[in-house]
């Protein structure tokens, strides 16, 4: 099932970018805001003013609850153990000007950086480590070591066509109740 398969609240957002133009997110760039607001920490107040690049500009308010609607839906379908579906390819390597795969991976990266602290919170070096993927193909990191591995197209492409199932890791790390404490038999 794809969470955003309602096309009222998808008509509303794209209305909105087509009349901000230039200075909003693309839908792949918003939908990648939506998932990260999703899976992460509670989003933080006034998130959806992120998909207008304006500071001083206002969001609709049918906007702002369709984006909130959207980031429900995704919300639930990862919490019912479902996939979501990206709006682009899973390319890294594609290049469509604010409709591919990079763009997806700085939306969702931009929805990080509203809260980075609470998304680093619990375990630095395991966080690090699971939003690899989005910083590597976003291009936000100037870091040798990531251009060197860049050039690993397997690993990238591995890397791209895990996206969805590292969403759902990521909404259980936030989301998921912690398992009970398993009792050692033994000391009966």
Not at 139 to 160: H, S, T
Request: charged share 25%; aromatic share 6%.
């Amino acid at each position: 099932m794809d969470a955003l398969d309602n096309p009222t609240l998808r008509k509303q957002i794209d209305t909105f970018i087509q009349q901000a133009g230039e200075d909003a997110l693309t839908w792949v760039e918003t939908h990648g805001l939506l998932c990260a607001t999703a899976v992460g920490p509670v989003p933080p107040t006034g998130w959806q003013q992120i998909c207008h690049a304006e500071e001083d500009a206002e969001v609709p308010p049918a906007v702002v609850e369709a984006l909130a609607s959207l980031r429900e839906r995704i919300a639930a379908t990862l919490g019912a153990g479902e996939r979501v579906l990206l709006p682009c390819r899973l390319d890294p390597y594609a290049d469509d000007e604010g409709n591919d795969l990079a763009a997806w991976c700085a939306g969702f990266m931009a929805g990080v950086f509203m809260q980075e602290e609470s998304w680093y919170a619990s375990d630095e070096e395991q966080m690090a480590t699971l939003l690899l993927p989005f910083v590597l193909i976003a291009g936000l990191d100037e870091d040798p070591e990531l251009d060197a591995l860049w050039q690993d197209e397997k690993v990238v492409r591995q890397m791209a066509m895990g996206l969805p199932d590292l969403l759902e890791e990521l909404f259980l790390h936030f989301h998921a109740p912690d398992a009970p404490e398993e009792t050692d038999a033994s000391d009966d």
